[in-house]
């Protein structure tokens, strides 16, 4: 399973942005797609996951009502809608894959590249 991560650039505060997840030759319908990110000198911490079922688990109050996840399977892809941006989303998002639900990062055995996100005036 192959992940590519697009969508990231500099945003102002208050900003947003959508970040794609796609994967080549191949849906991604079946699988329990993620989101994490990793700001500089911190630990990779999970933003949102999505369930092969549709169930949705937000890992961290910072991101409620800010952030949502999508996915289309007719393009493979899994979306993560950033709005109400703030300095502190600044970091390198990444999507993953699994064949089990749940935030637990340690459960994805497919990453992504990543894509650097940068909130600033």
């Known amino acids: 399973v192959q992940l590519q991560a697009s969508g990231g650039g500099l945003v102002q505060p208050g900003g947003s942005l959508r970040l794609s997840c796609t994967r080549s030759?191949?849906?991604?319908?079946?699988?329990?797609v993620g989101w994490f990110r990793q700001a500089a000198g911190k630990e990779r911490e999970g933003v949102l996951c999505?369930?092969?079922?549709?169930?949705?688990?937000y890992t961290g109050d910072s991101v409620k009502d800010r952030f949502t996840i999508s996915r289309d399977d007719d393009k493979s892809a899994v979306y993560l809608q950033m709005n109400s941006l703030k300095p502190e989303d600044t970091a390198v998002y990444y999507c993953?894959?699994?064949?089990?639900?749940?935030?637990?990062?340690?459960?994805?055995?497919?990453w992504g590249q990543g894509t650097e996100v940068t909130v600033s005036s």
């Open positions: 030759g191949s849906t991604l319908s079946h699988l329990a």
């Open positions: 999505l369930s092969s079922r549709g169930f949705v688990k």
């Open positions: 993953a894959a699994s064949y089990l639900y749940g935030s637990n990062p340690t459960f994805y055995a497919y």
